[in-house]
């Protein structure tokens, strides 16, 4: 459902991402793991068609980033890293504008809130603006506007970052039980929740791929953590290019 092929993508002199090829199928979670400045947020904007890459492609569902954005659009949900909302607007009202853009209407609209709202457990801010939400509902905001149009893949730049550990519980727990009829990639820092619920991990530094693996396979081949797994190969790296 995810097809990347030799992305690329430069800032100036500074190479964010460079030539990084892989494949996400339905039912797979993709944990893409990295440093601060590895690149995995500017491959999640080039995926979800924010920025454009210098070289390269992917395509999502069959459709192309490049000749079909529109169409990736379509069948896409992206939850940014800032989560980027109105904040003048209530948590209603946004996910009714979501809908506008979605062309979600009528029954279908109802059907969709009625849906999303619990799942994220929006139902005792619905009526509140954004401004006023805490960080972590901010950010459960910004994840049912991800799922609203029941997107067959989803792109999640810390779906868990800000939320408390109950949250972060229910947030895994959902992405566990959609990952069976989807295809995800997550970005995280937290190595617990790549382990809870990511079936392979994909590790970029410098804006290269360095390891492509399940997380168990990983650490079997390193005998340690993935704590400890992540270190060696960030840190290998980090060191070879010095």
Known sequence: ?????????????????????????????????????AGKTTAMRMLACFIRPDEGTASICGHDIIKDPIGVRRCLGYLAENAPAYGEMTVGSFLNFICDARQIKGPDRRRAIDRIVPLCSLESVYHQTIETLSKGYKRRVGLAQALIHDPPVLILDEPTDGLDPNQKFEVRRLITQMASDKCIIISTHILEEVEAVCSRTVIIARGKVLADSTPAALKQQYGCSLEEVFRKITRTRAASAA
């Not at 800032?11 to 601060?36: H, R, T, W, Y």
């Open 1 to 37: 459902m995810i097809e990347v092929r030799q992305l690329r993508k430069s800032f100036g002199p500074l190479i964010a991402v460079d030539g990084i090829s892989f494949e996400v199928e339905k039912g797979q979670v993709l944990g893409l793991l990295g440093p601060n400045g």
